[in-house]
């Protein structure tokens, strides 16, 4: 006969196991919850409600008042930039309402945040970290014509709420380093102009770059004459439909292999190897051009002989295709 005591002492016994494993999982559940929670919310009144609700807080087992930090630890971005020495100018550019959800520091003071988005001769700052909240989706024109930089490295990049990357680059014409291995495009649309002006830059890796989704890529490496090569073997470019003026300027490529682009949607390629002096090998035997209403002076500025190669792909075209452009 099992006396009622020892029963109830096995099951108190197995509840205090149940409860102590809870207790260990309790903080890989509570990290998983902000993670996806973090990952998939764009709404900060929805972040606020968790933010002053302590009852929820507790349901929950997380303490939401520092959802900066846990902001920074599962949907951040984080940035380091190297600015030029003794040349001030401005390092970013942050629309008004967005200010709050940028933090910037200097050498790595994690102090203070500071609020310039600029240099001054009296700084003496040799790197830049800037950390942004989730609550940001667009990118554009983000670096848009800031001379001063020398290095961009993206450490972190957990988010994939971006949708807007066109112009973010652009005009960075002192950029000699670029490391995007940490990038997340999966769901950008606009990739217009993003390299645009980024005429120091001699190398760049774009590996691990998602563009199924992108529809734009007008502009894109324009003006990067320094690149010596592009590996775009990656790319999908199934939804684009603007090409026009994506190479132009691209005045030290020598050869492009573009075979893994999808063209079929495309309907504008105006300039788009326009000034690519040096390029002697062009390979894009996929290329569609059925639904292509604008291919004038496509290949503006090219030598002869790439011209040569290529024509009889294009019977069916303007002349203007083939010619220079006249100003």
């Known amino acids: 006969m099992d006396p009622k005591g020892t029963s109830s002492k096995i099951k108190d016994q197995e509840k205090s196991k149940l409860i102590n494993l809870n207790n260990k999982l309790r903080n890989i559940k509570s990290d998983y919850f902000i993670q996806k929670f973090f990952d998939n919310i764009h709404n900060r009144k929805s972040l606020e409600i968790i933010k002053y609700n302590k009852n929820l807080q507790n349901k929950m087992h997380i303490n939401i008042n520092h959802y900066k930090n846990y902001s920074e630890k599962y949907s951040s971005i984080e940035i380091e930039i190297k600015p030029m020495k003794n040349k001030y100018d401005k390092f970013i550019n942050i629309k008004k309402e967005d200010e709050e959800y940028y933090h910037i520091y200097y050498n790595d003071i994690k102090g203070e945040e500071i609020k310039s988005t600029s240099l001054k001769e009296n700084n003496a700052v040799s790197k830049i970290k800037i ?107 199934d939804n684009v439909t603007n090409m026009s003026f994506m190479f132009s300027e691209c005045s030290s490529l020598k050869e492009l292999n573009l075979n893994n682009f999808n063209t079929d949607n495309v309907t504008v390629m105006s300039f788009m190897f326009s000034g690519c002096s040096l390029l ?29 190669k290529i024509k009889s792909k294009f019977k069916k075209y303007k002349e203007e295709t083939f010619e220079d452009y006249d100003v």
């Open 280 to 308: 002697k090998e062009l390979n894009f035997n996929n290329f569609n051009t059925d639904i292509v209403s604008n291919m004038n002076w496509m290949f503006n500025g090219c030598s002869d002989e790439l011209k040569l």
């Open 131 to 237: 950390i942004i909240d989730y609550q940001i989706k667009s990118f554009y024109d983000l670096f848009f014509n800031c001379k001063c930089i020398e290095s961009i490295y993206f450490k972190k990049f957990y988010r994939n709420n971006i949708i807007n990357m066109s112009g973010m680059f652009c005009g960075c014409s002192s950029l000699i380093e670029l490391n995007l291995t940490n990038f997340n495009t999966d769901n950008v649309t606009n990739m217009s102009g993003m390299f645009s002006g980024c005429s120091s830059l001699k190398e760049l890796n774009l590996s691990n770059f998602n563009t199924n989704n992108v529809t734009n890529i007008s502009f894109m490496f324009s003006g990067c004459s320094s690149l010596k090569e592009l590996n775009l073997n990656n790319f999908k470019t």
